[in-house]
């Protein structure tokens, strides 16, 4: 077990009780790294506010100074997933079916490693991704990043591409 998943790890049970899903832990490096936790509330109509990034810094502030999971200072940075979302776990790809995503992964798939296209949701071990008209199939684990794009659909203008589902499932 990695570090990233030892710190979602120790955080995720505080996140849950408060009423957030932990999103992606990253540590970012600079002159002082920073830990970035980005969370979203548990029920996803609810807005995330700045109050909320405050609460949720201050209450793991102490949770990690107590199991001090990184060597040396950083800073902490709590924030929302925001519209150009990253996808990190298969119940997001699920949830955002129908939307219109950036996918690269770690080994080439078809040739390619970047894939764009509309989310058709998650068919066992595999996310599947409409490309010009095709479904293609691409396994979790390979999956290196993930992300919504902005579009008129996610902003929700004009224009709505209807959610279909994979017929793969």
Same mark, same amino acid.
């Given at each position: 077990?990695?570090?990233?998943?030892?710190?979602?790890?120790?955080?995720?049970?505080? @996140?849950?009780?408060?009423?957030?899903?932990?999103?992606?832990?990253?540590?970012?490096?600079?002159?002082?790294?920073?830990?970035?936790?980005?969370?979203?509330?548990?029920?996803?109509?609810?807005?995330?506010?700045?109050?909320?990034?405050?609460?949720?810094?201050?209450?793991?502030?102490?949770?990690?100074?107590?199991?001090?999971?990184?060597?040396?200072?950083?800073?902490?940075?709590?924030?929302?997933?925001?519209?150009?979302?990253? @996808?990190?776990?298969?119940?997001?790809?699920?949830?955002?079916?129908?939307? @219109?995503?950036?996918?690269?992964?770690?080994?080439?798939?078809?040739?390619?490693?970047?894939?764009?296209?509309?989310?058709?949701?998650?068919?066992?071990?595999?996310?599947?991704?409409?490309?010009?008209?095709?479904?293609?199939?691409?396994?979790?684990?390979?999956?290196?990043?993930?992300?919504?794009?902005?579009?008129?659909? @996610?902003?929700?203008?004009?224009?709505?591409?209807?959610?279909?589902?994979?017929?793969?499932?």
């Amino acid at each position: 077990m990695g570090p990233f998943e030892r710190i979602a790890e120790l955080i995720e049970p505080t @996140l849950e009780a408060m009423g957030y899903e932990l999103v992606r832990v990253r540590l970012l490096s600079g002159r002082r790294p920073t830990l970035q936790v980005m969370v979203e509330p548990k029920d996803h109509a609810r807005a995330m506010t700045v109050e909320d990034c405050a609460e949720i810094s201050h209450v793991l502030s102490a949770v990690l100074d107590v199991a001090d999971p990184i060597a040396g200072s950083y800073d902490l940075e709590v924030s929302s997933p925001g519209i150009d979302r990253p @996808l990190t776990r298969p119940a997001h790809f699920e949830r955002f079916a129908g939307e @219109l995503a950036k996918i690269e992964t770690v080994h080439p798939i078809d040739g390619r490693r970047r894939f764009r296209g509309w989310l058709r949701g998650v068919a066992g071990e595999a996310v599947v991704l409409e490309l010009d008209g095709e479904e293609v199939a691409i396994p979790l684990a390979e999956i290196k990043d993930a992300k919504l794009l902005v579009s008129e659909r @996610l902003l929700g203008g004009a224009g709505r591409r209807p959610r279909r589902r994979s017929a793969k499932r």
